[in-house]
């Protein structure tokens, strides 16, 4: 099943986008197959990595055009908004890069869902959040070891002030939630959004062309309506898009600033 | 069955990552990321956020020169401004002494003006009264002479008898005046 049997698939039956839509393999269909989502994010990273060498090559104390400008916003937005409201004017600086990085790249692979010719979500593919997630779960339990010891970090786990017949109970929740749910939930969150509202778009947009050109009576104006519902869709997937990237690295930040905090 | 055969095997049928639940992470995929992000994560960290850092750095020196400088500006007119106070009250002070002179000096000329006229008055006043107190003596004497030769005119032509020599005639008349004013003094304001 694919977009180009649908198409020519006639009237009788509508076969609905499925989550095998989502596999798009161009070299290779095994485990290490190159995906059209990887060559996605291989042009993200192209394209960002040369328009940011291009907009702060020549950075003026007073900003002289709009890319620079909107550069500068841009990080200025990371930096301060994010890094250094939430992690701390003293240390926030050396986690910069990362929540920067993290979140253009975010950013403009979710935006890849709704820009034309490319038109697909790389973050609805799992393993790109789960390897942007790795990265966030590894850093912040090292941080927390680096800044307190590994035995010193286990215990600063446990909250304070909790009474002693809940601790082990407490504990087991805390533990679970720095190492099970925090992980899972930022990957899978970034995720999920990303492809259920793909497959949203895909259904209405599908189902309208289905209607639209297999259907008989009044079928093809739903067809209409399905498309226009498409349209407002894709607005709502783009505020989507911009919301799930700064919610991301708005988590990495406070995982962080977590790991760096003395109390819990 | 080998590895390989499953594989081609999967491939005919279409892959397994084809039916895969979309929760499986593809490990292509998973690697394909890490790598990605590294590579944006070391171009962002090693040039860019330098790049924007060291821009930052300038533009937060350039607005606090600019706030120091400011600051400077202010400082300065303060001190202008405390010294123009201290001048005029420099200047009002001293316009108070030079009043508080003048008026002192206008009542010491007064003073003196006043003792000057007073003492001049008095000498008005005393030299007026010798005058008059010589005016007086020298009426008192042409009158005591006339008085005395028309008394003895008359008493001459009355008596008849002569009494034209001279000391007689002064013995005469100093009696006669003599008696005049000690019968007149009592009544004491003859004389003046």
């Given at each position: 099943?694919?977009?180009?049997?649908?198409?020519?698939?006639?009237?009788?039956t509508?076969?609905?986008?499925?989550?095998?839509?989502?596999?798009?393999?161009?070299?290779?269909?095994g485990?290490?197959?190159?995906?059209?989502?990887?060559?996605?994010?291989?042009?993200?990273?192209?394209?960002?990595?040369?328009?940011l060498?291009?907009?702060?090559?020549?950075?003026?104390?007073?900003?002289?055009?709009?890319?620079?400008?909107?550069?500068?916003?841009?990080?200025?937005?990371?930096?301060?908004?994010?890094?250094?409201?939430?992690i701390?004017?003293?240390?926030?600086?050396?986690?910069?890069?990362?929540?920067?990085t993290m979140?253009v790249?975010?950013l403009?692979?979710?935006?890849?869902?709704?820009?034309?010719?490319?038109?697909?979500?790389?973050?609805?593919?799992?393993?790109?959040p789960?390897?942007?997630?790795?990265?966030?779960?590894?850093?912040?339990?090292?941080?927390?070891i680096?800044?307190?010891?590994?035995?010193?970090?286990?215990?600063?786990?446990?909250?304070?002030?909790?009474p002693?017949?809940?601790?082990?109970?407490?504990?087991?929740l805390?533990?679970?939630?720095?190492?099970?749910?925090?992980?899972?939930?930022?990957?899978?969150?970034?995720?999920?959004?990303?492809f259920a509202?793909?497959m949203?778009i895909?259904?209405?947009?599908?189902?309208?062309?289905?209607?639209?050109?297999?259907?008989?009576?009044?079928?093809?104006a739903?067809?209409?309506?399905?498309?226009?519902?498409?349209?407002?869709?894709?607005?709502?997937e783009l505020?989507?898009?911009?919301?799930?990237?700064?919610?991301?690295?708005?988590?990495?930040?406070?995982?962080?600033?977590?790991?760096?905090?003395?109390e819990? | 069955?080998?590895?390989?055969?499953?594989?081609?095997?999967?491939?005919?049928?279409?892959?397994?990552?084809?039916?895969?639940?979309?929760?499986?992470p593809?490990?292509?995929?998973?690697?394909?990321?890490?790598?990605?992000?590294?590579?944006?994560?070391?171009?962002?960290?090693?040039?860019?956020?330098?790049?924007?850092?060291?821009?930052?750095?300038?533009?937060?020196?350039?607005?606090?020169?600019?706030?120091?400088?400011?600051?400077?500006a202010?400082?300065?007119?303060?001190?202008?401004?405390?010294?123009?106070?201290?001048?005029l009250?420099?200047?009002?002070?001293?316009?108070?002494?030079?009043?508080?002179?003048?008026?002192?000096?206008?009542?010491?000329?007064?003073?003196?003006?006043?003792?000057?006229?007073?003492?001049e008055a008095?000498?008005?006043?005393v030299?007026?009264?010798?005058?008059?107190?010589?005016?007086?003596?020298?009426?008192?004497?042409?009158?005591r002479?006339?008085?005395?030769?028309?008394?003895?005119?008359?008493?001459?032509?009355?008596?008849?008898?002569?009494?034209?020599?001279?000391?007689?005639?002064?013995?005469?008349?100093?009696?006669?005046?003599?008696?005049?004013?000690?019968?007149?003094?009592?009544?004491?304001?003859?004389?003046r």
């Open positions: 099943m694919s977009l180009s049997t649908l198409a020519t698939a006639g009237g009788e509508f076969e609905a986008p499925t989550p095998g839509d989502f596999w798009q393999p161009l070299i290779g269909n485990d290490f197959a190159i995906t059209r989502p990887m060559f996605v994010m291989a042009l993200s990273v192209v394209v960002i990595g040369a328009l060498l291009a907009t702060t090559k020549r950075l003026t104390v007073v900003p002289a055009n709009k890319k620079q400008f909107a550069v500068e916003a841009l990080y200025g937005f990371v930096r301060n908004g994010v890094a250094r409201d939430i701390g004017s003293k240390e926030f600086l050396r986690y910069v890069p990362l929540l920067f979140f790249l975010i403009v692979n979710n935006l890849a869902g709704v820009i034309p010719p490319i038109q697909f979500p790389t973050m609805s593919r799992i393993g790109f789960i390897a942007l997630t790795l990265v966030v779960f590894v850093l912040y339990h090292a941080i927390g680096k800044r307190k010891g590994l035995g010193g970090y286990f215990k600063s786990l446990m909250p304070a002030g909790v002693v017949f809940l601790v082990p109970v407490v504990y087991l805390e533990l679970f939630t720095y190492f099970v749910s925090r992980p899972l939930t930022l990957a899978v969150r970034l995720f999920a959004n990303m509202g793909h949203l895909l259904v209405l947009f599908l189902g309208g062309e289905h209607l639209l050109l297999h259907g008989e009576g009044l079928l093809p739903a067809g209409v309506v399905s498309y226009l519902f498409g349209l407002v869709m894709s607005f709502f505020l989507i898009q911009v919301l799930q990237s700064y919610i991301f690295v708005l988590l990495t930040a406070t995982y962080i600033a977590g790991s760096l905090a003395d819990h | 069955m080998p590895a390989w055969v499953m594989a081609a095997a999967a491939e005919e049928e279409g892959g397994f990552w084809e039916t895969a639940y979309p929760v499986l593809h490990p292509g995929e998973l690697i394909a990321g890490l790598v990605f992000l590294a590579l944006l994560y070391l171009l962002v960290a090693k040039v860019v956020v330098p790049r924007l850092e060291k821009a930052f750095e300038e533009r937060r020196e350039a607005i606090q020169g600019g706030v120091e400088k400011a600051e400077r202010q400082a300065e007119a303060n001190a202008a401004l405390q010294e123009y106070k201290a001048q009250a420099d200047a009002r002070g001293e316009a108070n002494r030079i009043r508080e002179e003048a008026r002192q000096q206008g009542a010491a000329i007064l003073a003196e003006m006043r003792e000057q006229a007073q003492a008095e000498r008005i006043t030299s007026a009264r010798a005058t008059i107190e010589a005016e007086r003596a020298q009426a008192a004497a042409q009158l002479a006339e008085v005395g030769r028309l008394a003895t005119d008359l008493a001459s032509r009355i008596v008849g008898e002569s009494l034209q020599e001279p000391a007689r005639q002064s013995g005469v008349v100093d009696r006669f005046l003599a008696e005049l004013e000690s019968t007149s003094s009592p009544q004491g304001v003859t004389s």
